[in-house]
């Protein structure tokens, strides 16, 4: 990897939504979820959009308060991370495939852009497997009340 | 002095109009704490019926989010809708407390939203989780490790969670289901002839096939034996057939599934309850109604059963997956009639005593307020 190298969403294999700003992915064939928060939602949107390593350290810098030293690094070890889960590709655009966002005029606050995993989504999901009929009976049925007998 | 109630955002997977036995808890739950002071709104799903939004019970204000088919169907949509609404929900009711009742992952939007507005959270364990390590990438280990406190309604559960994230040894406790005495009183049991009932959604970890398998050996020692099982599910057909195999079919009898007030009738009816479970009960009602009702038990060493039913005392413990043993324990109550007659008046006050509902509002109470006081610190 170099400071040129472009990435791209692992499409066959994930979901991903960027949602207020925080991104949600989903790894379709194990069922686990990721989830990154302002800054990691940030550092995402620009490296599965084909922004090189290079250009989102360049946008981290420009959008928060941080040396552009300490984004490196957190750039770098949060893309190590995405690449280790297989939730990114390396990517043979020259580009990216949209603009990066603007400078704003004033930085937000940073904190260090970080990969939360939830490898027991699938599990927890199948703990209590829905069972129509069963525990979602109405109350009125249960009470043996008609609507009018309400 | 007017006093500034305290907010509790009551989150349950499904409530109102379901009847599992957490749902029906939660409408008792929620007007015996308003009448203490506190004020409540539920945040929970639709389930499979096609619910409003925004609904009221009883004047308890419910708000329905897409959290099962945001996550289950990985719907990004309603992810974001869930999201959104729970974020404006949590601004505008502004709780003090988020009261997580776990039986699904919902949990993971909490997390996602704590920003929008900053409250202790209490997770109320209600089905059995994983005992392994819980590491800091799964939902349940960040959920261990970010909860304010944790219940469980047994010690075995407790036991699970403290060995998933040992650190919520500081954090945690036992609080015991607790059930309102019956309207009923219980008739004398009667041995003669022998009724047997097993309760509960019919599902294989109910193990209701093992009190099937068991029938031939009790039906050999009393051929006036009858089980009934209350209850429906998808393994009632699987059940059916094995009654037809076992040559069972003038003993054993299926109502379907039968209304929450219906339970106590049935037990009345019934000479002793069976509880075969074979997967962890978090805690076991139906055992637990069953001594309400003077009944003695017989219940697998499974999850939170050996604490509701005391082995010799109340009932009998036995192993999970063993006809045979369950046919003896049977035999052995049938067999005793004064015996099991002072096992379930024991039982019936060991549930006076320890599974009463203001002990655990009581219970409840006193940790909200624990927490409100360490919120005021912070």
């Known amino acids: 990897m170099t400071g040129m190298s472009r990435f791209m969403v692992n499409e066959a294999e994930v979901a991903a ?134 | 002095m007017f006093k500034i109630k305290k907010r509790i955002l009551y989150w349950t997977q499904l409530f109102y109009p379901y009847v599992g036995g957490v749902e029906v808890l939660g409408t008792r739950f929620i007007p015996t704490l308003e009448k203490r002071g506190f004020e409540f709104i539920v945040v929970t799903s639709h389930g499979s019926l096609d619910l409003p939004d925004e609904d009221e019970h009883n004047g308890i204000k419910i708000f329905r989010l897409p959290f099962q088919t945001a996550l289950r169907e990985k719907n990004f949509e309603d992810m974001i809708i869930a999201r959104r609404r729970l974020q404006q929900i949590k601004q505008t009711f502004k709780p003090d407390i988020v009261h997580f009742n776990f039986t699904d992952p ?86 003669q002839p022998l009724h047997l009932l097993a309760i509960g959604r019919v599902v294989p970890e109910k193990g209701f096939d093992v009190a099937l398998a068991a029938m031939p050996e009790i039906l050999a020692k009393r051929p006036d034996a009858r089980l009934t099982i209350a209850g429906d599910g998808p393994e009632k057909a699987q059940l059916e057939k094995q009654v037809e195999t076992l040559g069972v079919q003038s003993a054993v009898n299926f109502t379907g599934w039968v209304t929450p007030e219906k339970v106590y009738e049935l037990i009345n009816g019934a000479s002793l309850v069976v509880v075969p479970s074979r997967w962890r009960e978090a805690f ?84 909200y307020q624990r927490l409100l006081r360490s919120a005021e610190v912070d």
Not at chain 1, 84 to 98: D, P, R
Not at chain 1, 144 to 149: C, Q
Not at chain 2, 331 to 347: F, N, R, T, V, Y
């Open chain 1, 17 to 150: 939504k960027v949602m207020d700003g925080e991104a949600i992915l989903i790894d379709l064939s194990s069922g686990k979820y990721y989830s990154m928060d302002l800054v990691g939602g940030f550092v995402w949107s620009l490296l599965s959009s084909q922004h090189s390593v290079e250009e989102t350290i360049a946008a981290v810098t420009a959008h928060y308060e941080v040396a552009e030293e300490r984004a490196a690094t957190d750039v770098k070890k949060l893309l190590d991370e995405l690449q280790k889960e297989k939730l990114i590709v390396a990517s043979n655009a020259e580009s990216a495939a949209v603009a990066a966002p603007a400078a704003p005029a004033e930085k937000s606050e940073y904190t260090e852009p970080k990969l939360y995993t939830y490898e027991d989504m699938g599990d927890l999901l199948a703990l209590d497997p829905p069972m129509p009929g069963l525990t979602e009976v109405p109350w009125e049925g249960a009470d043996n009340k008609t609507e009018e007998g309400k």
């Open chain 2, 106 to 191: 919902s949990i993971f939007f909490h997390w996602q939203t704590q920003a929008a507005h900053p409250a202790k959270t209490i997770v109320s364990i209600r089905l059995a989780v994983p005992s392994a390590p819980a590491s800091e990438q799964s939902l349940l280990g960040q959920t261990f490790r970010n909860a304010d406190w944790i219940t469980t309604n047994s010690r075995a559960m407790l036991a699970d969670v403290r060995q998933a994230v040992p650190e919520t040894v500081d954090y945690s406790s036992t609080i015991y289901n607790g059930l309102e005495q019956p309207k009923i009183s219980p008739d004398p049991v009667s041995y």
């Open chain 2, 284 to 367: 076991g009602l139906v055992a637990l109604q069953a001594s309400q009702m003077a009944r003695p038990v017989v219940a697998t060493e499974v999850g939170g059963l050996p604490e509701v039913v005391a082995n010799g005392q109340t009932g009998l413990i036995v192993a999970k997956e063993n006809p045979t043993e369950l046919a003896k324990a049977v035999l052995h109550l049938a067999d005793s009639p004064e015996q099991s007659a002072k096992m379930g008046i024991a039982g019936r006050e060991r549930a006076k005593e320890m599974f009463n509902w203001d002990k655990h509002i009581d219970e409840y109470e006193q940790l």
